[in-house]
């Protein structure tokens, strides 16, 4: 699971979305999840959001 957050055009600050795709098909089984607004403390700012989507990634597994 690859948890990013969607800014400008960059995912995570630095990253283009483009290069977070390629490592989510270059993991066997990854999953590209983006929470909007958040930074690295995202448990913390979007602890319910976090929580759903980090629980919805391991129920589909």
Do not use: C, W
């Not at 995912?11 to 089984?29: C, L, M, N, P, W």
């Amino acid at each position: 699971m690859l948890l990013t957050r969607r800014h400008s055009g960059f995912v995570a600050g630095f990253s283009k979305r483009e290069h977070t795709q390629y490592i989510t098909g270059a993991i066997q089984g990854a999953k590209l999840i983006t929470l909007p607004n958040l930074s690295h403390f995202a448990s913390l700012q979007a602890p319910d959001e976090y929580s759903r989507s980090v629980l919805d990634y391991i129920d589909a597994k």
